[in-house]
T-cell receptor, first 113, second 109 residues
Framework: KAGVTQTPRYLIKTRGQQVTLSCSPI?????VSWYQQTPGQGLQFLFE???????NKGNFPGRFSGRQFSNSRSEMNVSTLELGDSALYLC????????????FGEGSRLTVL | GQSLEQPSEVTAVEGAIVQINCTYQ??????LSWYQQHDGGAPTFLSY????GLEETGRFSSFLSRSDSYGYLLLQELQMKDSASYFC??????????FGQGTELSVKP
């Protein structure tokens, strides 16, 4: 069974640009969540989607948005990039269940210059 | 708000036992999870506690005390490959999973 796939793995952008990151969950998983990871800040929750609906949202500005498609694949978009947006963006999928175990992708490392 | 506290770093020697603590806010708490992340890699699930007590999985155990809003991850017979960051995560009402800032474990020979 293929794991969670995130593309692109690495990207460099400049301030003011926008970026779209993609996540393909494990087959059969309908829940996809996104996290931003920066040194010293741990994993900051961005949002969670389930069956194309945003179920939860973290405390990030409106420049951060996401969506989920009918095949459970998800994208997140960051507009008007700032230097502080440089981070590893992690996507995780879940089948639900009691433990709520998340399966993470390797992440997309974004550098904003 | 919803926040978790865990030590930023811990150092131990091979073969030893180490405990990584995690305290959390109680409002809407559902359960406590632990994840391991090697440098630059994807976090991987280690354990989940919904009820008070100890859960054991091989060399790793996790404990939860709901009355104390506290949990810990216990790693026994430490190996060099256990050097990694360990995150506690709390699932709150509504399903949101919030992570702590992580504890970097260094295992020395």
């Amino acid at each position: 069974k293929a794991g969670v796939t995130q593309t692109p793995r690495y990207l460099i952008k400049t301030r003011g640009q926008q970026v779209t990151l993609s996540c393909s969950p494990i087959s059969g998983h309908r829940s996809v969540s996104w996290y931003q990871q920066t040194p010293g800040q741990g994993l900051q929750f961005l949002f969670e989607y389930f069956s194309e609906t945003q179920r939860n949202k973290g405390n990030f500005p409106g420049r951060f948005s996401g969506r989920q498609f009918s095949n459970s694949r998800s994208e997140m978009n960051v507009s008007t990039l700032e230097l502080g947006d440089s981070a590893l963006y992690l996507c995780a999928s879940s089948a639900g269940g009691g433990t709520g175990e998340l399966f993470f992708g390797e992440g997309s490392r974004l550098t904003v210059l | 708000g919803q926040s978790l506290e865990q030590p930023s770093e811990v150092t131990a020697v091979e073969g030893a036992i180490v405990q990584i603590n995690c305290t959390y806010q109680t409002s809407g708490f559902y359960g406590l999870s632990w994840y391991q992340q090697h440098d630059g890699g994807a976090p991987t699930f280690l354990s989940y506690n919904a009820l008070d007590g100890l859960e054991e999985t091989g060399r790793f155990s996790s404990f939860l005390s709901r009355s104390d809003s506290y949990g810990y991850l216990l790693l026994q017979e430490l190996q060099m490959k256990d050097s990694a960051s360990y995150f506690c995560a709390v699932r709150y009402q509504g399903g949101k999973l919030i992570f702590g800032q992580g504890t970097e474990l260094s295992v020395k020979p």
